[in-house]
């Protein structure tokens, strides 16, 4: 039972890293951002810090 768990674990981390990875350029997607970007608010919240954010957009592909 234990090793059928850790093989569901394993799997599971294998698609959650396919769905935040862009397949061509191998970046995070913005779905990844999203999760980044509210752990980090949270943090910053919980933390009573302040938050900055840089965007670069990159299209010479």
């Given at each position: 039972?234990?090793?059928?768990?850790?093989?569901?674990?394993?799997?599971?981390?294998?698609?959650?890293?396919q769905?935040?990875t862009d397949?061509?350029?191998g970046?995070?997607?913005?779905?990844a951002?999203?999760?980044r970007?509210?752990?980090?608010?949270?943090?910053?919240?919980?933390?009573?810090?302040?938050?900055?954010?840089?965007?670069?957009?990159?299209?010479s592909f």
């Amino acid at each position: 039972m234990e090793a059928y768990q850790r093989e569901m674990e394993k799997r599971f981390e294998q698609i959650e890293l396919q769905s935040s990875t862009d397949g061509l350029t191998g970046l995070k997607n913005r779905w990844a951002f999203d999760l980044r970007l509210e752990e980090e608010f949270s943090r910053t919240t919980r933390n009573a810090a302040p938050l900055a954010l840089a965007l670069l957009d990159v299209d010479s592909f």
